[in-house]
Structures are given as structure tokens and as C-alpha cells.
């Protein structure tokens, strides 16, 4: 199992603010990096029940059809939560608690040998990198600041850990990849 976690953030380290907006991300205009190549490696993608919820709301995942399958195709995405979440219809939802470490089988049998794609929630990509499961970082940086927010990454993961492997630029956006050594 290869896990990444690949999400914009903002150029100070946010990913919403603290009542879960985004807008911020889609106020920038121009290009905006292609996830594409992310959505076909992935054999699962996983977030938290704020992303999920975001998702259900904001997208409108939920009020359309084909909303949910031009987004995720026929990817299992997996929602680690303590609640009961209503699932689109026709969506491949799978709901887990508990840390990661506490479902590290189930998350194999979902992706296999394949990629997880951890996307949005900073605390959950952490307990990847807690457990020594986090590949690699890829953040798409915005060119916003907030004054405070969602935290991008909640841990501290120094240099050493990491070796950067590839920087792009689309648009306004700077796309970095780290590798992560685990220990």
C-alpha cells in the first residue's frame, strides 16, 4: 500500500478556514493544477468527516446524479468518522473509526497494493505518518494567506525525513512532492 497525501493549501499553511470554507482556494483564477493523474493512481481515497461532509455540502455531490461518479469514478472512498454519515446514491462510501493504526487491515483490503489517497484533514495524514505509512506529500500551495485556520499538517516532520522529488508551477500554483522516510 503506497499512501499519499496530496491537498491545496493556502501559502501559510491552511487548508480551510475555521468554520471549513474554501473559498479561498477558488477565488484564485487561471489554471489550476490537474488531479487527474492523483484520481487514476488512486485505489482509494480517503479523508475525514469534515472533508466529506464538505464535500456532500459545498460540491453538491449529493444533489446530483452523476455528481459523486464524474468526481470519484468507481473509487472506494473511505471516511474515518465516529458518526453516521448519509452516502450519495450510487457512491462507494465506506465509513471506519478509530486511528489509523486500528485499520490499517481494512484499508488494505479496500486499495491492495495500491495507492491511498489521503485528501483534505491534516490530523488524519498525520496519524499516516504516526503509523509510518505516509509515502509522500504533494500540496498544491494557493497564493492566499489566512490569518488562522485548519491546520495543514499538525505534527512536526522535519528535513531530514524528507527529500523533495519534484516542483511545478501552474498557474498561480506552486505543486511540491516530498518523499517521507519513515522511520
Same mark, same amino acid.
Given at each position: 500500500? +503506497?499512501?499519499?497525501?496530496?491537498?491545496?493549501?493556502?501559502?501559510?499553511?491552511?487548508?480551510?478556514?475555521?468554520?471549513?470554507?474554501?473559498?479561498?482556494?477558488? #477565488?484564485?483564477?487561471?489554471?489550476?493544477?490537474?488531479?487527474?493523474?492523483?484520481?487514476?493512481?488512486?485505489?482509494?481515497?480517503?479523508?475525514?468527516?469534515?472533508?466529506?461532509?464538505?464535500?456532500?455540502?459545498?460540491?453538491?455531490?449529493?444533489?446530483?446524479?452523476?455528481?459523486?461518479?464524474?468526481?470519484?469514478?468507481?473509487?472506494?472512498?473511505?471516511?474515518?468518522?465516529?458518526? #453516521? @454519515?448519509?452516502?450519495?446514491?450510487?457512491?462507494?462510501?465506506?465509513?471506519?473509526?478509530?486511528?489509523?493504526?486500528?485499520?490499517?487491515?481494512?484499508?488494505?483490503?479496500?486499495?491492495?497494493?495500491?495507492?491511498?489517497?489521503?485528501?483534505?484533514?491534516?490530523? !488524519?495524514?498525520?496519524?499516516? @505518518?504516526?503509523?509510518? @505509512?505516509?509515502?509522500?506529500?504533494? !500540496? +498544491?500551495?494557493?497564493?492566499?494567506? !489566512?490569518?488562522?485556520?485548519?491546520? @495543514?499538517?499538525?505534527?512536526?516532520?522535519?528535513?531530514?525525513?524528507?527529500?523533495?522529488?519534484?516542483?511545478?508551477?501552474?498557474?498561480?500554483?506552486?505543486?511540491?512532492?516530498?518523499?517521507?522516510?519513515?522511520?
Amino acid at each position: 500500500m +503506497h499512501v499519499t497525501y496530496a491537498t491545496a493549501t493556502t501559502a501559510n499553511g491552511f487548508l480551510a478556514t475555521l468554520d471549513d470554507s474554501l473559498a479561498w482556494l477558488f #477565488a484564485v483564477t487561471g489554471d489550476t493544477p490537474d488531479l487527474d493523474a492523483l484520481y487514476a493512481a488512486a485505489n482509494a481515497v480517503v479523508m475525514g468527516s469534515s472533508t466529506y461532509e464538505w464535500l456532500l455540502r459545498d460540491r453538491t455531490l449529493n444533489d446530483d446524479p452523476d455528481g459523486w461518479a464524474s468526481a470519484f469514478g468507481d473509487t472506494p472512498v473511505v471516511v474515518f468518522t465516529t458518526r #453516521a @454519515l448519509r452516502v450519495p446514491d450510487g457512491a462507494d462510501v465506506r465509513f471506519l473509526s478509530g486511528p489509523v493504526t486500528d485499520n490499517v487491515t481494512a484499508l488494505r483490503r479496500i486499495s491492495g497494493d495500491g495507492t491511498v489517497w489521503v485528501q483534505g484533514g491534516g490530523d !488524519l495524514a498525520g496519524q499516516f @505518518l504516526d503509523a509510518d @505509512l505516509l509515502d509522500d506529500i504533494t !500540496l +498544491h500551495i494557493s497564493p492566499a494567506f !489566512l490569518s488562522e485556520g485548519k491546520p @495543514l499538517f499538525p505534527r512536526n516532520l522535519a528535513s531530514d525525513r524528507l527529500t523533495l522529488v519534484d516542483v511545478r508551477r501552474t498557474g498561480q500554483f506552486i505543486e511540491a512532492t516530498w518523499q517521507v522516510r519513515n522511520d
